[in-house]
């Protein structure tokens, strides 16, 4: 068990660019989170996969923002035409089993700055 | 819609003083909550849980929060903190509506250990 791992752990891009993000959650983790931290704030749900089937997308989640989790193993997010304002951690969480209120474990997250 | 709310960002404390990290919630349902640690450079980790039971739960490195379901609160103490204390503390409460264990996280309070 190495934990969730995020890739890649921080970028720096120019705003109007294309970017991608992958988290490797723990092995047989059927339930992946994607949250969004920004500074002073506490992380804010983004979006929800169980296995490879995206179940729920925040609000917050703009047409310019896509994740898959194709073969419910890996999972990438990505962010389309970036904004100074998607300048945030951007982290990944997995929790195994049935029940929702199982612990999720967190990746260490990726930084991006838009300039 | 639940929320939660952590009311102070930032405790200062000396070594072998006793701190209460204090958290808020709101919800019209009930609730399973959360207290999760985040250490310089680190991801998020689980530091305790509420879910059913007895309303005082405990951490394997001596902290310890009560469910108040009178108050809607789930403060997190400690009799003595440890330098290695030092890090960022979010509460959180489990998104039930949903039924994803998406969860809603408060600011966070920042805990400063002096020697």
């Known amino acids: 068990d190495t934990g969730v791992s995020q890739n890649p752990r921080h970028k720096i891009t120019k705003r109007g660019q294309n970017v991608t993000f992958r988290c490797d959650p723990i092995s047989e983790h059927n339930r992946l989170y994607w949250y969004r931290q920004t500074l002073g704030q506490g992380p804010e749900f983004l979006t929800y996969?169980?296995?490879?089937?995206?179940?729920?997308k925040s609000r917050l989640l703009s047409d310019r923002f896509s994740a898959e989790r194709p073969k419910g193993s890996f999972s990438t997010l990505e962010i389309q035409r970036t904004e100074q304002g998607d300048s945030a951690m951007y982290l990944c969480?997995?929790?195994?089993?049935?029940?929702?209120?199982?612990?999720?474990?967190f990746g260490p997250g990726t930084r991006l700055l838009v300039l | 819609a639940q929320s939660v709310t952590q009311l102070d960002s930032q405790v200062p404390v000396f070594e072998e003083a006793p701190v209460e990290l204090r958290c808020n919630y709101s919800?019209?349902?009930?609730?399973?909550l959360f207290w999760y640690v985040q250490y310089p450079n680190q991801g998020l980790q689980l530091l305790l849980k509420?879910?059913?039971?007895?309303?005082l739960v405990e951490s394997i490195n001596g902290f310890e929060a009560e469910f108040n379901k009178s108050q809607t609160s789930f403060h997190l103490r400690k009799p003595s903190v440890h330098i290695s204390d030092t890090a960022e503390y979010f509460c959180a409460v489990s998104d039930l509506p949903s039924n994803t264990g998406k969860l809603i996280f408060g600011q966070g309070t920042t805990l400063q250990v002096k020697p």
């Open positions: 996969f169980q296995n490879e089937a995206q179940l729920e």
């Open positions: 969480a997995s929790s195994s089993g049935t029940r929702p209120t199982e612990t999720q474990y």
């Open positions: 919800s019209s349902v009930s609730v399973y």
């Open positions: 509420y879910l059913s039971g007895s309303t």
